[in-house]
């Protein structure tokens, strides 16, 4: 099946980045709780939420391992309540890290209304799906009625199974189907790039009780509140979900938008054209004052959206001039790895623009008549 041979070489890219020692973890980078739950990220109201929950995540902290894209088991999680009784929850060193270029764990959040919680992501592992749960039961005592899983990859699914019994879990029906055939190989694809002994030994799949399909536009209602939820097509994968708050204008974005700074979109499953269109579309629908909750990173605005769709609207345009030029596949990625250095500060952008954004933007583009 395509998905899984796309995902194949994926791996395969990400083992050299590895070999290839580029610069992933940096464990130089401080991460200061206290720095980081009272930075400022884009917009929102209420307070940051420093608390015991932070506390006893610092303290199990592991040092990173500098051979990872991030380390699991290193990873703070911390909440900032953007409005109220709405959580973005990210990586403590986000706000360092993103800035500079270094990619960081999973970004989601959480939403409280009358009746109960929407959990956005499960995490990784069962640490850091353990810290999320902490972080929503130091807020409210109500039910974690629904989890969300935005994509079917792993840093934003495989928590599942250690969230409450009667928790309902929503997913596109893609995202499912993905995790249902292919969930063994894909715990080992992660493990090349995360790490053995990170807590994706003990994993297994879950079945998702809410699925979405093509073009869904569900409202969730959590008692008082109502929560939409959004597929607008391809964008990193073929199931990806936006949770969007019309009234607080507030978007969870997942993968499409890794976070603000530098960073870019990973290509994993290619198509580009489709993406670009989904995050027109995303864009479009936006107000221009909205917070945008990225997959990878602190709150941030729109201007973290029309970053990424600058630089694939100029992939693309490279990518199809070097197509009509006659060049090989290699030599686009050369010519393009050089001419495409203005994104360069992204510290993987040796292995995610010259050996996955561009190879499939290349392929797609060759195959189109
Ligand atoms: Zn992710």
């Known amino acids: 099946m395509r998905h899984f041979a796309i995902r194949s070489i994926a791996g395969t890219a990400a083992c050299l980045l590895a070999l290839a020692g580029a610069a992933c973890g940096n464990s130089d980078i401080p991460s200061d709780p206290s ?9 929102g109201a209420g307070a940051p939420v420093p608390g015991d929950a932070v506390k006893a995540a610092i303290k199990d902290r592991t040092p990173e391992d500098p051979t990872l894209i991030w380390t699991p ?36 959040g959480f939403i409280v209304g009358d009746n109960g919680v929407l959990v956005i992501e499960s995490m990784i592992n069962r ?64 493990m090349t790039n995360f790490g053995k002994n990170q807590g994706l030994e003990e994993l ?10 093509d073009g869904a536009n569900v409202d969730l209602d959590l008692g008082g509140r109502s929560v939409n939820v959004l597929h607008l097509g391809f964008a990193q994968t073929n199931g990806d979900l936006f949770v969007w708050l019309p009234k607080e204008k507030i978007v969870f974005t997942g993968n499409p938008i890794i976070s603000e700074g530098p960073s870019l979109p990973w290509l994993l499953d290619g198509k580009i054209e489709a993406a ?8 479009d629908m936006l107000p221009p004052d909205a917070i945008v909750v990225p997959g990878h990173g602190e709150p941030t605005g729109v201007a973290a959206i029309a970053h990424s769709i600058a630089y694939l609207e100029e992939l693309k345009m490279r990518a199809a001039d070097a197509v009509a030029q006659g060049l090989t596949e290699k030599e686009t990625v050369d010519l393009l790895t050089e001419t495409m250095k203005q994104y360069a500060a992204y510290k993987i952008y040796p292995w995610v623009h010259s050996q996955i954004n561009v190879p499939k933007t290349y392929e797609e583009l060759k195959t189109v008549p």
């Not at 739950?37 to 917009?43: E, H, N, S």
């Open 35 to 43: 720095a980081t739950t009272g930075a400022g990220g884009a917009g």
């Open 73 to 108: 088991s290193s990873v703070v999680l911390v909440p900032k309540e953007i409005a109220p009784s709405v959580y973005a929850v990210y990586p403590d060193d986000a706000p360092v890290k993103n800035e500079a270029g270094i990619p960081v764990a999973t970004s989601g």
């Open 127 to 190: 640490k850091l799906a353990k810290q999320m749960i902490a972080l929503v039961r130091e807020v409210t005592s109500k039910p974690i009625l629904y989890v969300l899983n935005t994509s079917y990859h792993g840093d934003h699914s495989y928590g599942n199974q250690f969230f409450p019994k009667g928790v309902l879990f929503i997913q596109h029906v893609e995202t499912q189907n993905y995790i249902q055939q292919h969930f063994a190989a894909d715990v080992a694809f992660m």
């Open 204 to 213: 297994e799949p879950q079945p998702a009780q809410i699925l979405l399909n």
């Open 276 to 283: 670009l269109a989904t995050l027109h579309k995303l864009l």
